[in-house]
C-alpha cells in the first residue's frame, strides 16, 4: 500500500522564474526521509492562467498493517 503526500509550493517570478530552486530542495528533503516525487497539481492560477501554487506530490510504500 502506498501513502501519499503533498507540499504546497508558490511559483514565484514571472513565468515560472523559480531561480530560488525550493522546489529541488524540497523533493531533496523528501527523498532523504524515504519519499518519492511522482508529480504536481497546480493548485491556484494568477488571473493571466499561470499557475501560483502547485502541490508537490509525494508517496511511499508502507507494510500493510495486520488485521
Avoid: T
Avoid at 40 to 54: A, F, N, T
Amino acid at each position: 500500500m502506498y501513502r501519499y503526500e503533498y507540499e504546497s509550493i508558490k511559483i514565484s517570478g514571472f513565468m515560472f522564474d523559480n531561480s530560488d530552486c525550493r522546489h529541488r530542495e524540497v523533493i531533496d528533503a523528501r527523498a532523504r526521509d524515504g519519499w518519492r516525487y511522482v508529480g504536481y497539481v497546480p493548485m491556484e492560477y494568477m488571473g493571466s492562467g499561470i499557475p501560483q501554487w502547485l502541490d508537490l506530490i509525494f508517496e511511499r510504500e508502507e507494510a500493510d498493517e495486520p488485521c
